[in-house]
T-cell receptor
Framework: DAMVIQNPRYQVTQFGKPVTLSCSQT?????MYWYQQKSSQAPKLLFH???????NEADTPDNFQSRRPNTSFCFLDIRSPGLGDAAMYLC??????????FGSGTRLTVV | QKEVEQNSGPLSVPEGAIASLNCTYS??????FFWYRQYSGKSPELIMF????GDKEDGRFTAQLNKASQYVSLLIRDSQPSDSATYLC??????????????FGQGTTLQVKP
């Protein structure tokens, strides 16, 4: 089945140690999104790619970066994770003006 | 003012009743509207989307959109305990080049009591 896959489901990292979360899709959607969701809060858009064009939200910290080497894959890099970065990270895809499909998420713990 | 606003609840209804969930949005240029269900620790799951004013029905779910009032609602008929979850309202804001980005409300927690 076509889907959005996030790996790993759970990630534990040390304070200040760089970490990378991955997302892959078999839907061939041209738009990919990264959201951060903290407990009992709305998912917050960090950035998105329209094909290879990167769109950063104004309030996304510089600590967060992203790469999209091809249509199928997108990565979220957190350069120096802090305790406040512990959250669920959600990857989503869409074809322009169509619906959005979410992956199962990666829950990040910072120790 | 938040772009998408929902009452966080919890909204408690008895099994078999109608649950009514509401959402308002601030950007009059918004063109598409979504309702997602999210169980604790899981990712959001699309329930319905609506683009035009009026009602849209899908099984036990009805989405209602009033663009003049900037208001979206979700009705769940014959509520079941399995409907207990957080319901997220989301609005598609179009950025440059029509890339679109989905902005979420904080969600309303629904509790359906047997």
């Amino acid at each position: 089945d076509a889907m959005v896959i996030q790996n790993p489901r759970y990630q534990v990292t040390q304070f200040g140690k760089p970490v990378t979360l991955s997302c892959s899709q078999t839907l061939n959607h041209n738009v990919m999104y990264w959201y951060q969701q903290k407990s009992s809060q709305a998912p917050k858009l960090l950035f998105h790619y329209y094909d290879k064009d990167f769109n950063n939200e104004a309030d996304t910290p510089d600590n967060f970066q992203s790469r999209r080497p091809n249509t199928s894959f997108c990565f979220l890099d957190i350069r120096s994770p802090g305790l406040g970065d512990a959250a669920m990270y959600l990857c989503a895809t869409s074809r322009a003006r169509a619906g959005y499909t979410f992956g199962s998420g990666t829950r990040l713990t910072v120790v | 003012q938040k772009e998408v606003e929902q009452n966080s609840g919890p909204l408690s209804v008895p099994e078999g009743a109608i649950a009514s969930l509401n959402c308002t949005y601030s950007d009059r240029g918004s063109q598409s509207f979504f309702w997602y269900r999210q169980y604790s620790g899981k990712s959001p799951e699309l329930i319905m989307f609506i683009y035009s004013n009026g009602d849209k029905e899908d099984g036990r779910f009805t989405a209602q959109l009033n663009k003049a009032s900037q208001y979206v609602s979700l009705l769940i008929r014959d509520s079941q305990p399995s409907d207990s979850a957080t319901y997220l309202c989301a609005v598609n804001l179009y950025g440059s080049g029509n890339t679109g980005k989905l902005i979420f409300g904080q969600g309303t927690t629904l509790q359906v009591k047997p």
